[in-house]
């Protein structure tokens, strides 16, 4: 039996989380007393425990700085912007493209994001997870694409995140614990 709360659309993002200095994305399986297990996303599918003390952050949390009315739009909406331009696949090669193809690749999604807060290397990750994403968990734009089109009519109940939250839900984990005892 599975932990796992089931999910459609971009809510599976809430699963899958960056783990600083390692590659890669992770999805999070569950929380345990010394930290929180994840799978790695690739073809391996490692799971790993990674410590209370690493810095997690999930994806669904994080954003894109903008310079218009919203202070920045979420990754799930840069997600499925890239989606709708470039399919399954941005065919943009993280390692041999050019600062200027990687700021005009991410200046065609997202025409008003922050020239000076949004890095080339943050580009790179853009690009980097959206392809681990659609090959790994396809599922996640399948679900998404049929969504995308009521709430672009008119639902603005959206509030935007700050630019890549911190989530650690190995700390939150170790404090559930705590409180259990």
Do not use: C, Q
Not at 3 to 16: C, N, R
Not at 18 to 28: A, D, Q, T, W, Y
């Amino acid at each position: 039996m599975s932990d796992k709360v089931e999910s459609t659309g971009m809510d599976l993002l809430k699963e899958v989380a960056n783990v600083s200095g390692k590659p890669g994305l992770f999805r999070i399986l569950k929380p345990s007393r010394a930290g929180v297990i994840v799978e790695s996303l690739d073809e391996k599918r490692e799971k790993t425990l990674i410590g209370p003390t690493a810095r997690v952050s999930v994806l669904k949390d994080v954003s894109i700085f903008t310079d218009g009315a919203e202070e920045s739009v979420a990754l799930s909406e840069v997600f499925l912007k890239i989606r709708e331009i470039h399919g399954e696949e941005v065919t943009l090669s993280v390692k041999s493209a050019s600062d200027k193809e990687l700021i005009e690749f991410l200046a065609e999604v997202l025409p008003d994001f922050d020239r000076t807060k949004v890095y080339v290397s943050d580009i790179k990750k853009v690009i980097t997870w959206y392809n681990l994403l659609s090959k790994h968990i396809p599922e996640a734009f399948v679900a998404s694409e049929a969504e995308a089109e009521p709430a672009a009519a008119g639902d603005a109940a959206t509030e935007p995140v700050a630019e890549d939250t911190k989530e650690e839900p190995a700390k939150k984990a170790a404090k559930k614990e705590k409180s259990k005892a």
